[in-house]
């Protein structure tokens, strides 16, 4: 909205007041133009609008769940509902939905094959368990389970350090003029003293 401003020579008490109301009328006018855009939007538009909106887009808000992530919900629908059955579209749901990136297997040796697992961290589970059921429920793939797999990251440290060796190795041969000894030189610092036969 703009915000009015009266020249200096009008700037008198009398004439304040007057452009103090005329600013306050035309923002409230402003705001009621503005009112049917702003219910086309899940985001801003009146709870009663946003039922209506809900059920166009087939979401049911579930017990106990935030008005802001309902409204997140409602407000995804459609690409939501565009990214489902895929496993690439089932991780880009549960970032936009808040949860935080996933991963997700299937096929894997040892389960059976209709079984996902999805490995996410303990937080994700514990802030988000009905979400996530939800998720499921509305985007999961048809005739498939689902397993949680809980990943916790733990901090390894290292230390990296450079170390070297000798080393020789020394055959024992008895004299004999058809024997003869030979070193060979190979990496490492290694000396080699092998025997070997000679024919006469």
Known sequence: MIKLQLPHWLSGEELTKLKNSAQTWFERVASW???PLQQLDPLTCSPGILELIAWQRDITRYAGEPMGLYRKRVS???????????????????????????????????????????????????????????????????CRRYNFILETPVLAYMRCGEFSHTASTAVASMPNPG??????????NTATVVASLIKN
């Open 33 to 35: 133009t503005a009112w």
């Open 76 to 142: 995804f629908a459609y690409i939501n509902a565009k990214d489902a059955g895929s496993t690439a579209g089932f991780i880009r749901i549960c970032e936009r939905l808040g949860i935080g990136h996933i991963t997700t297997q299937e096929r894997q040796e040892g389960w059976d094959w209709d079984i996902i697992n999805i490995y996410l961290d303990d937080n994700q589970l514990a802030d988000n368990p009905d979400l996530l059921r939800e998720i499921i429920r509305m985007y999961g793939r048809t």
């Open 179 to 188: 024997i003869r000894s030979q070193a060979h030189e190979v990496a490492l």
